[in-house]
């Protein structure tokens, strides 16, 4: 389903040159272009919709847009199977999709709204190898990528594969921070000592 939004967005973005046809390229807004994704996503369930639900395999896509278009500020979107979607806000400054139960609590607990993007990717990171180790439907690579406000090009795009020095070094101390934070909390007082 995402692939399938990705090719008309893509076929869209490269139309015939003089065919006026609203584009990622040309959006006026954020507002607009979740928008836009979200029509195509509609779209592709008119398409292949009751074929996926005929076959039990229903039909489920979430997708996260993000960017900046012109002066406004950077924005983020989650956009559902149905093609509505919210918008992040200080209150709710990420979105997560996928495997929800194991990492998303990291980031609920350490994200805030502001935060340095390079701690955030930490975080992400810290909340990816929770997800690994207690889902085997999860794992490696991950695919990083950085964009400031302002800029269109990546300041960082780089792939996590399995054995990767860094990765490996946060997984085991995060590990250990956990141990030694457990072992400092004292048991609760209504526990009767042995």
Same mark, same amino acid.
């Given at each position: 389903?995402?692939?399938?939004?990705?090719?008309?967005?893509?076929?869209?973005?490269?139309?015939?040159?003089?065919?006026?046809?609203?584009?990622?390229?040309?959006?006026?807004?954020?507002?607009?272009? %979740?928008? /836009?994704?979200? @029509?195509?996503?509609?779209?592709?369930?008119?398409?292949? !919709?009751?074929?996926? &639900?005929?076959?039990?395999?229903?039909?489920?896509?979430?997708?996260?847009?993000?960017?900046?278009?012109?002066?406004?500020?950077?924005?983020?979107?989650?956009?559902?199977?149905?093609?509505?979607?919210?918008?992040?806000?200080?209150?709710?400054?990420?979105?997560?999709?996928?495997?929800?139960?194991?990492?998303?609590?990291?980031?609920?607990?350490?994200?805030?709204?502001?935060?340095?993007?390079?701690?955030?990717?930490?975080? %992400?990171? /810290?909340?990816? @190898?929770?997800?690994?180790?207690?889902?085997?439907?999860? !794992?490696?690579?991950? &695919?990083?990528?950085?964009?400031?406000?302002?800029?269109?090009?990546?300041?960082?795009?780089?792939?996590?594969?399995?054995?990767?020095?860094?990765?490996?070094?946060?997984?085991?101390?995060?590990?250990?921070?956990?141990?030694?934070?457990?072992?400092?909390?004292?048991?609760?007082?209504?526990?009767?000592?042995?």
């Amino acid at each position: 389903i995402t692939q399938s939004v990705v090719s008309l967005i893509n076929e869209q973005i490269y139309a015939e040159p003089g065919e006026e046809r609203t584009t990622l390229m040309n959006v006026t807004s954020m507002y607009r272009a %979740a928008r /836009l994704v979200g @029509d195509v996503l509609r779209e592709v369930r008119a398409v292949d !919709g009751a074929a996926l &639900d005929a076959s039990k395999a229903g039909f489920a896509a979430s997708l996260i847009l993000g960017g900046q278009v012109g002066d406004e500020a950077p924005r983020l979107f989650q956009i559902y199977a149905e093609g509505n979607f919210i918008e992040a806000t200080d209150d709710t400054p990420f979105f997560q999709i996928g495997e929800h139960k194991y990492g998303k609590p990291i980031l609920d607990r350490a994200v805030r709204y502001g935060i340095d993007i390079y701690d955030g990717l930490k975080i %992400a990171l /810290l909340s990816m @190898d929770s997800t690994i180790r207690s889902n085997l439907g999860v !794992g490696m690579p991950i &695919d990083v990528l950085v964009v400031r406000r302002d800029a269109c090009d990546a300041e960082l795009s780089y792939r996590i594969e399995p054995g990767e020095p860094y990765f490996h070094d946060l997984s085991e101390r995060w590990s250990a921070a956990l141990r030694a934070a457990h072992m400092a909390i004292p048991r609760p007082p209504y526990v009767t000592p042995r």
